[in-house]
């Protein structure tokens, strides 16, 4: 597959191959298709079990032909932060698959084409990065989730990268830990060809229009994400920064584990 020149300026990877556009078009009817079925469904996350929209998740990115391959031993309890390097606005359909979680993430995703409404549905707790009154209701529905067992996901660079570099974690979140006494559990993303090429076209940075990243991630012919499960990062005897820097560095150490592996 061939980058355009800005693709190319910004350093981003894609297989040599594309699919092809009868195969893009059919992936695109049975995403609207399969979109619809969203609002239907029952949304509220049970981390007993694989509930239904984590089933959804996993068949929309099988639509997409991405498979999601995840390394690493999940804490037996329920009640963490996770914690995860941020690439693409795949990151939150990929760990819903994974963990039954609701999500903080900045309120200008809320407005997003298709993901918008996909991560409404998901139970996004959206915050506003420059009110300080949204940053503490927004700590206290996270506190209420933790209690009730479940988890919450958190990307604390803030925004995102193309995959090629881990931004420092913002520690205002970590106070969730600090706090209650729940852990972070740190979770590192990498997307592959299934040769292991790193994928730096799947990433959106928000500053590009979305459906051309989501033309990137159609034009693949096939996407593996692989999760790498860190242990948990416990709050005895630190604070928020020290607690956002152990953690960081456990994100770190799992993309180079990923980087390092086949």
């Known amino acids: 597959m061939t980058a355009t020149p800005r693709e190319a300026a910004s350093g981003l990877i894609a297989s040599p191959d594309a699919t092809s556009v009868p195969v ?3 992936r695109v009817a049975r995403s609207l298709w399969h979109i619809r079925q969203i609002f239907s469904l029952d949304k509220a996350p049970d981390p007993s079990r694989k509930d239904t929209l984590s089933q959804w998740f996993e068949t929309f990115l099988g639509i997409l032909g991405i ?6 031993d999940r804490p037996a309890q329920t009640a963490f932060l996770i914690v995860a390097n941020h690439t693409s606005w795949l990151d939150i359909l990929v760990l819903r698959t994974l963990f039954s979680t609701c999500f903080i993430a900045k309120e200008e995703i809320a407005k997003w084409p298709v993901v918008g409404p996909m991560a409404r549905e998901a139970g996004t707790i959206f915050i506003g990065r420059n009110r300080l009154s949204s940053f503490r209701e927004t700590l206290a529905a996270s506190r209420r989730s933790l209690d009730r067992k ?3 996901t958190v990307f604390p660079e ?6 090629d570099r881990l931004l420092p974690f913002k520690t205002g979140v970590f106070d969730l830990c600090t706090e209650t006494g729940y852990p972070a559990l740190p979770v590192s993303i990498r997307y592959e060809s299934p040769e292991g090429l790193q994928l730096t ?3 959106y940075t928000g500053n590009e229009h979305f459906f051309r990243s989501f033309g990137r991630v159609l034009r693949e012919p096939r996407v593996v994400v692989r999760i790498y499960i860190s242990p948990p ?9 020290s607690m956002a820097q152990a953690a960081q560095e456990e994100v770190a150490t799992g993309l180079a584990l990923l980087a390092s592996s086949r």
């Open 158 to 163: 803030g925004t995102t990268t193309i995959g």
């Open 67 to 72: 498979e999601v391959r995840p390394v690493g």
């Open 150 to 152: 479940i988890p919450i």
């Open 201 to 203: 076209s799947i990433s």
């Open 24 to 26: 893009r078009a059919a």
């Open 233 to 241: 990062v416990y709050p005895e005897g630190r604070d928020r920064k």
